[in-house]
């Protein structure tokens, strides 16, 4: 036994292997934790109260900016984020991205000084068109830009904040197209990272993205960003004045991921109502037994399990018209939830 006294040259090299053998451990338990993955948090209005479902209030964001200034947290930008996990480059514990969808005049008057007074690095994503309108909620060109020089990414929300899952693949290139000309004509440059519209996206849709040149495209679905999350339909938290509480912002702050794959069906389109849906579970993910998951019109739903880590979601009922979400989370160290998330979008109900 080491004693704490360094008496003698044994126990000197005791404390030293000891001392050793605590770095050691934290080093590889935060390894464990980390390094792959980020949350990405996702606003749109700021002190709106008019508008609940898409607004924080000031107090909310305040003591949501008060949490992230506590050292445990990373906040980076989410290029940065992008980048170092598609290069298989490690991330901090606990990275965080800020996200804002649409260019309301809130963002520039009451989340960017709070932002900025913090030397805290956000995305905003806009739909081009009514900036262009000049409509009196929205930011003008002009705030636009004067973010851009400070350090803040702009993102895309196609030129009319188009329902894309709804329409051609033609009229989805046709108005992303429209936007990244006024985006240069503007700003200089179009954005390489895109924000589907309400979060709905397809297949095409996706592949529409792709080839117009967009290095990633996010959602409205909740879940932790990882390393082999599709490029083209990434997670993000959203918060509302709702679903804006701090015990939900540390529990989500926190969150790990639940790597999946083989996912299927792929698309979030949904062709077969309800569809067959399911997924197979990272083997590193050891115990599953208090895996749940959670349909936004349909409560929680049965899962089955095939062999060890394929996972079944059995749907009691067609969805509805429109867009739904799945949660699936699971207990994970450190009283941390890990998190997978799927939007679906349905057309017609059956």
Not at 21 to 50: C, K, N, P, Q
Not at 123 to 133: E, H, K, R, Y
Not at 136 to 160: C, F, K
Not at 316 to 341: D, H, I, K, Q, V
């Amino acid at each position: 036994m080491c004693l704490p006294q360094l008496r003698t040259e044994r126990n000197l090299r005791c404390f030293i292997l000891l001392c050793v053998a605590v770095t050691l451990w934290g080093f590889f338990r935060s390894t464990a934790l980390a390094g792959d993955s980020a949350v990405i948090l996702m606003y749109h209005r700021f002190g709106e109260t008019d508008h609940a479902q898409t607004n924080i209030t000031i107090e909310q964001f305040e003591w949501h900016l008060a949490e992230l200034e506590n050292s445990k947290y990373t906040v980076l930008p989410i290029p940065e984020i992008l980048r170092k996990l598609k290069a298989g480059t490690s991330l901090p514990e606990r990275t965080i991205g800020i996200s804002i969808d649409d260019a309301f005049l809130s963002v520039f008057t009451e989340a960017f000084p709070r932002l900025k007074q913090r030397s805290l690095p956000f995305t905003l994503f806009i739909a081009t068109q009514p900036v262009d309108l000049k409509l009196p909620d929205y930011m003008n060109w002009d705030q636009i830009r004067e973010l851009r020089d400070a350090g803040v990414t702009i993102g895309s929300q196609t030129h009319t904040h188009l329902h894309m899952a709804q329409r051609s693949p033609a009229d989805s290139s046709k108005d992303v197209k429209t936007a990244n000309e006024r985006f240069v004509a503007e700003l200089g440059q179009a954005p390489k990272l895109m924000a589907y519209p309400y979060g709905e996206a397809g297949l095409a849709s996706m592949t529409v993205v792709r080839d117009l040149g967009f290095e990633f495209a996010f959602g409205q679905h909740s879940g932790v960003l990882h390393k082999n999350s599709p490029p083209y339909f990434l997670p993000r938290f959203g918060f509302n004045e709702e679903f804006g509480s701090k015990a939900r912002f540390r529990l989500i702050a926190n969150a790990l991921p639940l790597p999946v794959h083989e996912v299927a069906p792929r698309n979030p389109l949904v062709v077969e109502n309800p569809p067959a849906f399911g997924f197979t579970i990272d083997s590193s993910i050891a115990e599953l037994s208090q895996l749940s998951c959670y349909h936004s019109q349909q409560g929680k739903v049965g899962l089955e399990r095939l062999g060890s880590h394929r996972i079944e979601v059995r749907f009691p009922r067609a969805f509805e018209t429109g867009r739904s979400r799945l949660n699936c989370t699971l207990p994970g160290p450190e009283n941390r939830w890990r998190w997978y998330g799927r939007q679906f979008y349905t057309k017609t109900s059956r």
